[in-house]
């Protein structure tokens, strides 16, 4: 599943290759028509399974995008997502770059080439490339097998696979459980998909509310946020905040029942449970909505987004011990379910800056309806009038 997924690029809003073939995999594993409903649009992938008389609604999230670059008809490329950092600023740090593999805006190969990298911005240097044309690293010495996985893509893949691997194990014995897998499109920019998913169209046909159990998947760097003492030997993270963000902060509630289940879940496994940096999905959600049930399971992943610490491009790296704990605990959640709140919680325990907390939902909310367009699309840069006036349009809402 990995590899075959790993082959494919997942570009920021360039991913309808990596759904379909999500959902060819969803069928090839027993998740189908059968047992359960998946829908498909422009904001990503859901999957709803309905056991008995459902009591509970739980939704686990993971993401189909990874970065990139769009290139734009002159050769010159754009960063999508944090690509050494954050947009052209992040080039700077990467003192090695690879050869790039192209793929046209539809995904079919291109071929590959060298690259060049000066004063912040990115060239291509053989290929004649048309306009929405991606690139994405080169990366050899991939490997697929025990003890660590290294790959491109394994932010997220990782943790799609991960849902849909223990979600097949224990599909027949849920009971009276609404189980939504959920699969965004963009998150690596400004977790788009996510929130255009609360403040407009809700996840698989309803609207999100308080009672929702979301849990986000998420392959990530696992470093620490304060005084958190975490580390990439020390198992899954039970994350509790995105830098300064606690989760479920907007819902003013002293309950988090997602967090509860993750360490009732997690006894007696190895894992970690804190603050850490890095953002998630869960962000949005923590921002847009007054669901205080919110928590990631961060799977530790190094060489974040393809580059080390000295600037060179390379495999992201996650052990495989860790992905298999993540699939007992995601397990034992799914039988167990919610049992009462422990005393361990700690998203409840603190407030994070509100007033700065509303500057980042106003900045996602105009992110998402400036690139609404570029969602529906499927690309990145407009390729005819209509395509134009859509985008000029939504900047100025």
Not at 134 to 152: A, L, Q, Y
Request: glycine share 8%; with cysteine.
């Amino acid at each position: 599943m990995l590899e075959d997924l790993d082959k494919i690029p997942n570009v920021p809003f360039f991913t309808s290759k990596v759904s379909e073939a999500l959902i060819r995999i969803c069928k090839d594993i027993g998740i189908n028509e059968e047992n359960a409903s998946i829908n498909e649009d422009f904001l990503g992938v859901s999957v709803t399974i309905k056991a008995g008389k459902p009591n509970k609604r739980i939704i686990l999230c993971s993401h189909l995008d990874h970065p990139g670059f769009v290139f734009n008809g002159n050769g010159i490329g754009r960063p999508l997502g944090s690509v050494g950092g954050i947009g052209n600023l992040g080039l700077s740090k990467i003192n090695k770059p690879s050869d790039m593999d192209f793929y046209s805006k539809e995904g079919k190969y291109v071929g590959r080439s060298d690259v060049r990298i000066e004063n912040g911005r990115i060239f291509c240097e053989n290929l004649n490339l048309k306009k929405n044309t991606v690139g994405i690293w080169h990366i050899e010495n991939t490997s697929f097998s025990s003890p660590t996985i290294k790959m491109r893509s394994a932010d997220n893949h990782v943790s799609t696979a991960t849902i849909l691997y223990t979600v097949s194990e224990i599909i027949n014995s849920l009971k009276d459980t609404e189980l939504i897998l959920l699969f965004t499109s963009v998150e690596e920019v400004f977790q788009m998909s996510m929130t255009g998913m609360c403040i407009e169209t809700g996840i698989a046909g309803r609207k999100i509310n308080k009672d929702d159990l979301f849990v986000v998947l998420e392959t990530m760097e696992i470093e620490p946020y304060n005084s958190s003492v975490i580390s990439y030997s020390g198992g899954p993270l039970i994350k509790v905040n995105d830098a300064e963000v606690p989760y479920g902060v907007a819902s003013g509630q002293k309950v988090n029942k997602s967090e509860s289940m993750l360490l009732e879940a997690a006894v007696n496994l190895k894992h970690q449970h804190g603050f850490s940096s890095g953002h998630t999905d869960a962000l949005a959600l923590s921002l847009m909505t007054d669901c205080p049930n919110i928590v990631t399971l961060a799977i530790p992943c190094q060489n974040k987004h393809n580059v080390t610490s000295t600037g060179e491009i390379t495999t992201e790296d996650v052990k495989t011990q860790d992905i298999d704990l993540s699939i007992t605990i995601l397990k034992k959640l799914l039988k167990c379910g919610y049992t009462g709140e422990t005393n361990e919680i700690l998203s409840t325990k603190t407030t994070g800056n509100l007033k700065g907390l509303q500057g980042r939902k106003i900045e996602r909310i105009l992110k998402y309806k400036q690139n609404k367009p570029r969602l529906l699309m499927g690309f990145y840069y407009p390729e005819n009038i209509l395509h134009w006036l859509l985008l000029a349009k939504a900047r100025f809402i």
